[in-house]
């Protein structure tokens, strides 16, 4: 497996926001790699710096061995432009022609159009288009250059399931054809129906890097929500990752396993009424993980990402 | 269909030297960029109307009718010429200083700067149309010019006179990409306006210099409105060209060009804080 980027002890400030921070990551050749994290925790600054937009604060960011900000260096990079940022009075077909021309080896416009279903679109002006349409526009663009390594950010968000499935199932095709795909995402779906490893970003920092399967186990958290005068030790109990203090006296906590976490309560003997569990969103379990529960949780936080971080 | 085929690993694609000629060269990608900035202008007709009719209509109103100017072959063609300076410099400022401002802010700039496209080509794309458009802006003035009042100018002057014009247009574009990359759309539009009529009253392009009081007309020889309208004055009309006149116009172009360069080179879009 070949290294087609890597990111260095990387740190990247924005005034006083630390967007990235000393994060260390290679990209290998042929697998795609789901970036995965809240909004805010840096994906998109990653893949800024990979693309040459920005530079890192400290570190080295590394593409096929060159500067990302050295325009030969992305000959075989392929990103997508947002939705939004299509120029209006452009038709289709001139933008995919457009950006294919900046390439050494471009797959023909014709090809591009029939792959992501474009094809009925070529004449229409970009400002004309559905927003899914728009979406599958931008996506194919960053595959017009045929190229090695392909950065996608956020590429189905705000798309319903049908586009969304056909978009995954372009993106398969074309990895399968030997790109290797970098995509972001704060939908755990969408890293599951198309990654194989998945490094979970959070505050900044790398706090998993693992398959699919690993980081999914990571992430299903639970909500135990109930009222108690002790909230203290019920956040010393075993499973327990984090803890949200609610404005009606109950206290919800977060923990991997509810059941266990349950019959530890009641052999605990501490007193508890109006007891639910629900599943936790991945919002709520990155919250939680990355360490963004009230101060009083924070020590079982930073275990539980001592925890990820093995 | 084409097939994506994985080149040899350990091989570094981008590892080959820069290239002028070629399909993805410098120059091919300069005229790529060229024609996409004017195909997607030309989209928008009405936009265009400002920079091409608003010189002509200048001369018009304001030349034409005052006859002591217009009969006066000498006078004409220096108001002509004033307003072909004119309608090249605001122009440049305003497509360079607005589209600039603009595109910064919409995320299709940023997307371009991840294509394999040198900063250069990017930018003489940039110029390559505007200055187009430049081109066919003084169309207007010089036929009104020629039509309704007395200017007059040999063949060799007038094309004499397109290439100084050129020349002299390089401080107004590299003032336009400051303004564009060091500001928000909304302020550079502002910022260009003020720019442009101060430099187009302080420089002669309005009112003929010597009806200027002499403080003014001091200051005037500083700025590179005054400095292109006697450049272009002497291509045409031939006569004695002025040492502060062209040294003005180098220095102003090294200066203005260190000044995009930098901003350019400083820019990683617009920051929001």
């Known amino acids: 497996m070949t290294v087609l980027a890597r990111l260095d002890h990387v740190t990247r400030r924005f005034g006083e926001v630390l967007a990235v921070d000393d994060v260390t990551l290679d990209i290998h050749s042929g697998s ?21 937009l920005r530079k890192p604060t400290t570190g080295t960011v590394t593409l096929f061995g060159g500067s990302p900000g050295d325009y030969r260096m992305r000959q075989k990079l392929g990103g997508t432009p947002q939705e939004t940022a299509l120029p209006p009075t452009l038709r289709v077909g001139e933008v995919i022609d457009f950006v294919g021309r900046h390439f050494d080896d471009p797959l023909s416009t014709a090809a591009v159009a029939e792959e ?25 663009l960053a595959f017009v250059g045929q190229p090695r390594l392909v950065l996608l950010d956020e590429p189905t ?16 095709r074309q990895h399968d054809r030997g790109a290797t795909v970098v995509v972001t995402s704060h939908y755990l779906e969408e890293i599951e129906a ?22 999914i186990n990571q992430v299903s958290l639970r909500q135990v929500r109930l009222v108690t ?13 984090g803890r949200d203090q609610g404005d009606n ?62 | 269909m084409s097939t994506l085929t994985p080149t040899p690993t350990g091989t570094a694609p981008g590892s080959r030297a820069p290239v002028l000629g070629g399909r993805t060269g410098i120059l091919a990608l300069t005229l790529v960029h060229a024609r996409i900035i004017l195909v997607e202008t030309f989209r928008i007709p009405a936009a265009l109307i400002g920079s091409l009719v608003f010189p002509g209509l200048s001369l018009l109103f304001f030349v034409v009718p005052q006859r002591t100017v217009a009969d006066n072959p000498e006078f004409a063609t220096q108001a002509v010429i004033a307003l072909s300076v004119f309608a090249l410099m605001s122009n440049s400022l305003f497509s360079f200083g607005l589209n600039i401002s603009a595109n910064r802010e919409q995320p299709w700039d940023p997307y371009l700067r991840t294509l394999p496209v040198p900063g250069v080509s990017r930018v003489l794309g ?10 066919v802006s003084i169309l207007p003035v010089i036929a009104i010019g020629a039509l309704f009042t007395a200017a007059e100018a040999s063949v060799l002057g007038v094309l004499a006179g397109i290439v100084a014009l050129g020349i002299s247009a390089l401080p107004f574009m590299f003032i336009g990409i400051s303004i564009g990359y060091s ?5 550079a539009i502002a910022v260009v306006q003020i720019v442009m009529f101060g430099l187009a009253f302080a420089g002669g392009l309005f009112l003929p210099p010597y009806l200027f009081a002499d403080w003014l007309d001091t200051l005037s020889k500083f700025l590179p409105s005054r400095q292109a309208r006697e450049f272009v004055i002497w291509a045409v009309q031939g006569g004695e060209l002025e040492p502060w006149v062209w040294i003005g116009i180098l220095v102003w172009t090294a200066a203005t060009f260190a000044l995009a360069l930098l901003l350019f080179r400083r820019d990683e879009g617009r920051r929001y804080r």
């Open chain 1, 32 to 52: 795609i790699l789901g970036l995965l994290g809240p909004n805010g925790a840096g994906k998109s600054t990653v893949l800024t710096m990979l693309q040459g």
């Open chain 1, 116 to 140: 992501f279903g474009l094809g009925e679109l070529l004449k229409r002006q970009t400002g004309a288009l559905s927003g899914g349409q728009k979406r599958r526009l931008s996506v194919a």
């Open chain 1, 157 to 172: 968000t705000g798309l319903d399931v049908d586009a969304r499935r056909t978009l995954w199932d372009a993106v398969r």
């Open chain 1, 194 to 215: 198309l990654a194989e490893r998945v490094v979970v970003m959070g505050h900044g920092r790398v706090i998993a890097d693992d398959t699919v399967t690993a980081v």
């Open chain 1, 229 to 241: 005068d002790q909230p203290d030790r019920v956040s010393g109990l075993p499973g327990v990752v």
């Open chain 1, 249 to 310: 006296g109950s206290t919800t906590f977060y923990a991997n396993d509810s059941d266990r976490l349950i019959v530890e309560l009641v052999r605990s003997g501490i007193p508890f009424t109006d007891l639910t569990v629900r599943g936790a969103t991945l919002e709520e379990a990155f919250l939680t993980l990355t360490g963004a529960t009230d101060a009083a949780s924070g020590e079982h936080v930073r275990s539980a990402q001592k925890e990820m971080n093995r």
């Open chain 2, 126 to 135: 940039q110029i390559c149309s505007t200055g187009l458009m430049g081109l």
């Open chain 2, 183 to 187: 500001m928000s759309s909304k302020a």
